[in-house]
């Protein structure tokens, strides 16, 4: 049965997976989200960059960025299929013995008839530490729905946009900034990139392609009067559609200010939160005011699980009381 933990696909040599590497792939990938480096829904040159460097550093696994793509691609793909099974029954537990939700053989059986390939989930599935992280990673880029859209999100719905010029715009990204990432290894090594492109027909075939923009994208024959006023109403549509896109966003942003969820009072609602573990006349309610000061260790903080917050500020105090008794004459 496969794993989400060792499963690779195939391309150029095979990396080797197991569960270290991947919750490691997903700290680093994590770190470079709230850093800023994956502004949309691809990471930048700069945050591809640091990730293959720190994870040959932290592993000493000199993975290329191509393998860290196919790794990510296929967690995104697992995750959804996870989320998918559990949509409707969000009550479901976890068992440690089987390795996966805690659900009768009637469950596993209605759910597998209608997701066949959810079948390998039944002796492997996500378990709850590796799903946080994954939430983290892909929540808010992947829609749950074929056409699913906020109006907040200022993006157009997939009906009123040209899938192929979108695909194209997205492979270009891509392929950039993988080339980017090849030549800094390769400047790294003193090596010569044996740069694997496209044919330059092709290559200059999509520049045109992006250039021209979705209004070009079919053939080269020329237009009739009734396919450039069906090209204008088009266009019209798709104005309309964008103002009032921006006309709900503006809304919406002022009936739902923007926060930093990774602010200093978020931080302390998440401590009060933990009131029973943590009473607020203890040391360790004290000592964990001014650590979330710190801004590297609150967004630690609120972004590991809830259910090892008390113990990882303990060891945090525990930490900071040795380093205290070093220091002292």
């Known amino acids: ?30 770190k470079e989200i709230l850093n800023g480096n994956r502004p949309g829904t691809h990471f930048k040159k700069e945050g591809w960059v640091n990730i293959v460097k720190n994870f040959e550093n932290e592993t000493r696994k000199p993975y290329t960025q191509r393998q860290l793509k196919n790794r990510w ?21 976890w068992n440690p013995t089987k390795g996966t939700v805690d659900a ?4 596993w059986e209605s759910k597998i008839k209608v997701m066949p390939e959810a079948q390998r989930f039944k002796l492997a599935g996500i378990d709850p530490e590796l799903e946080d992280k994954l939430d983290q990673m892909f929540k808010g880029i992947v829609a749950t729905g074929d056409k699913a859209w906020a109006p907040s999100s200022g993006i157009l719905p997939t009906d009123f946009i040209e899938q192929d010029y979108n695909e194209t715009l997205e492979e270009n990204e891509e392929h950039n900034a993988m080339e980017f990432v090849h030549q800094v ?10 740069i694997q492109s496209e044919p330059t027909q092709n290559v200059q075939q999509k520049r045109k392609f992006i250039e021209a923009g979705p209004s070009h994208l079919k053939t080269g024959k020329k237009k009739s009067s009734q396919q450039t006023r069906g090209a204008a109403k088009l266009s019209l549509q798709i104005d309309k559609l964008c103002s009032t896109a921006v ?8 009936l739902n200010p ?19 573990e943590i009473p607020e006349a203890s040391k360790l309610y004290f000592f964990a005011l001014k650590l979330i000061a710190n801004k590297e260790k609150r967004t630690v903080f609120l972004s590991i699980p809830q259910r090892v917050r008390v113990r990882w500020l303990n060891e945090e105090m525990e930490d900071s009381l040795k380093l205290s008794s070093l220091l002292s004459p």
Not at 185 to 194: F, G, K, T
Not at 247 to 254: C, G, P, V, Y
């Open 247 to 254: 006309s709900m966003n503006e809304a919406t942003s002022r």
């Open 1 to 30: 049965m496969r794993s989400i933990l060792n499963v690779e696909g195939s391309g150029e040599k095979k990396a080797s997976w197991d569960r270290r590497l991947t919750i490691i792939l997903c700290d680093l990938c994590i």
């Open 185 to 194: 290894e390769c400047d790294e090594n003193n090596e010569s990139p044996e």
């Open 73 to 93: 691609d296929l967690l995104k793909k697992e995750w959804r299929l996870w989320k998918k099974l559990k949509e409707k029954d969000t009550g479901l537990g």
């Open 258 to 276: 923007i926060t930093d969820p990774f602010d200093i009072p978020q931080a302390v609602k998440m401590l009060e939160e933990l009131s029973e």
């Open 104 to 107: 009768s053989e009637e469950w």
